[in-house]
């Protein structure tokens, strides 16, 4: 039972974190195999199917509609958006080709080419949007070839950083004066991200603490970049009107909306103290925390930190030096955010490895809440009746259930539906499920896939520390309760 509540977790997570909003690349076939559950059709199903629309039955409505969020975009953007994005990108672009040349300037030597590592040095020097897409290809295992996985694994580490001179300007203009708040500060940032870097200091009274300073302009380039890309996806459901099934636009706002939110850094600072409030209410202070935020010190674009001191979640020699038992970390880990989905109105949505820790004293550590994702009423009462369905092997129920959740068209037969899933979970029998959200419609309702891969995104974490431990049967792993959002610890 607790195997198919967790599977229906992953389904909430799925509809709510931006992160999910994207569609599974084709995998090998010999390692995994897809089905789009919004395509009920099979061989033996008798259903007539609906004529595809076409530009042509476009209504004078919809092309207004179209050119009012065009218009909006570029407003949003600013007029010296385009221009400059263009002349970057062509600098990019041409470093980029330059890395690889066979021409190369005196004592250079041209790079073996590699299309993982072209693509990745083409995305650090396109900046913070594309950095933040690199991220989420490094954190996705299974929509992912492996090779592109690992290379992009270098955007969670380190981005060109800006100089102190820039950094002290934009700390003095959003706090005052840095002798007036801190005592120190390390002018070599600890680390560089794609929207900001981070330094670490001590204030006046003593405590450490690390600083959290925005980029300059990168405001502005985000939204440069995410409204380009949302006119692109609405531009393409327009003349291609079939694609609205897929919820690009959708994607793309959702996407667009969540990395603009992580540039207001008080709203972050309030994510910090509501998680941190949280594990007090839930007793798990002693094995979980959180750093304490700074608010004098803290602004929309400063946030103050505790400095909590230790190593990534995936550093497992590290990691051996700190406790004997590395699969209790995992466990914990897992457990804790778990019971935050269950129990908060909205959970850490950007778990990779730069953003878990493993404390000194042995307690993990989350870091970086400026991306968070929610679960709606609905597609949690949907997840409920799926992970029931699931477990009593209910067919229909399950057809039900995901078309509660929005998985299908409107016009769906429930019956053949379930029979539909019934022939593909017995065609699986021998493989894990896993169910990924592909789109997202403007009322909330969610497309979605049910995707079978051996490569899972916690697998990160489980093959290095805990690769022996088995979520669905292992007793310390928190079981699901499903309608009252309560969690049951089972020992």
């Not at 803290?298 to 190593?311: Q, S």
């Not at 406790?323 to 019971?339: F, K, V, Y």
């Not at 431990?469 to 610890?489: F, I």
Request: charged share 25%; aromatic share 6%.
């Amino acid at each position: 039972m607790v195997k198919y509540k967790l599977l229906a977790l992953i389904a909430a997570v799925a509809t709510a974190s931006s992160a999910a909003f994207v569609p599974p690349a084709q995998p090998p076939p010999t390692q995994s195999t897809t089905f789009a559950l919004s395509s009920t059709k099979s061989p033996t199903t008798k259903t007539t199917s609906r004529a595809k629309k076409s530009v042509r039955e476009r209504t004078s409505e919809e092309a207004v509609s179209l050119i009012r969020d065009v218009v909006q975009a570029a407003f949003d953007a600013g007029p010296r958006a385009a221009p400059s994005r263009t002349l970057q990108a062509y600098i990019a672009i041409t470093r980029t080709l330059q890395d690889f040349s066979p021409v190369q300037r005196p004592g250079r030597q041209a790079e073996q080419f590699s299309a993982p590592v072209a693509l990745r040095k083409l995305f650090e020097r396109l900046g913070a949007t594309y950095i933040k897409l690199g991220q989420f290809v490094a954190s996705s295992p299974s929509l992912f070839p492996n090779e592109y996985v690992l290379e992009f694994q270098k955007c969670l580490d380190a981005t060109e950083p800006i100089e102190w001179n820039v950094v002290k300007k934009i700390i003095e203009k959003e706090t005052g004066p840095i002798t007036d708040n801190f005592s120190f500060i390390d002018k070599t940032p600890l680390a560089s991200a794609s929207i900001a870097q981070v330094h670490a200091a001590k204030l006046k009274t003593g405590e450490e603490v690390v600083i959290k300073v925005q980029k300059p302009q990168i405001d502005n380039l985000l939204k440069a970049d995410l409204n380009f890309i949302y006119i692109a996806s609405r531009v393409l459901e327009f003349l291609q009107p079939d694609f609205e099934r897929t919820s690009l636009s959708a994607v793309a706002g959702d996407v667009k909306s969540s990395m603009l939110e992580e540039l207001d850094f008080e709203k972050e600072a309030e994510n910090i103290e509501e998680f941190r409030a949280f594990l007090r209410d839930q007793g798990l202070r002693d094995s979980v925390t959180a750093p304490r935020v700074y608010r004098e010190q803290t602004t929309k674009k400063v946030l103050t930190m505790e400095r909590l001191r230790g190593v990534s979640m995936v550093d497992a020699e590290s990691i051996r030096t700190i406790t004997n038992d590395p699969e209790s970390l995992i466990i914990t880990a897992l457990n804790t955010w778990t019971t935050s989905v269950m129990n908060m109105p909205w959970f850490h949505a950007d778990v990779h490895s730069g953003n878990l820790l493993v404390l000194d004293d042995g307690r993990v550590g989350f870091i970086d809440f400026g991306m968070v994702g929610r679960v709606g009423e609905k597609t949690f009462n949907a997840v409920s009746e799926l992970s029931s369905a699931m477990a009593l092997g209910d067919y229909e129920g399950m057809a039900q259930a995901l078309c509660n959740m929005g998985a299908t068209d409107e016009d769906v037969d429930v019956q053949k539906f379930g029979r539909d899933i019934e022939q593909v979970m017995s065609d699986m029998a021998n493989v894990s499920p896993d169910i990924a959200a592909v789109g997202v419609s403007g009322d909330g309702t969610v497309q979605a896939a049910i995707s079978f891969d051996e490569n899972e995104v916690t697998n990160m974490y489980l093959k290095i520390l805990a690769p022996d431990l088995n979520t669905s049967t292992d007793a310390r792993m928190v079981a699901l309760q499903s309608a009252d959002k309560k969690v049951e610890v089972i020992v």
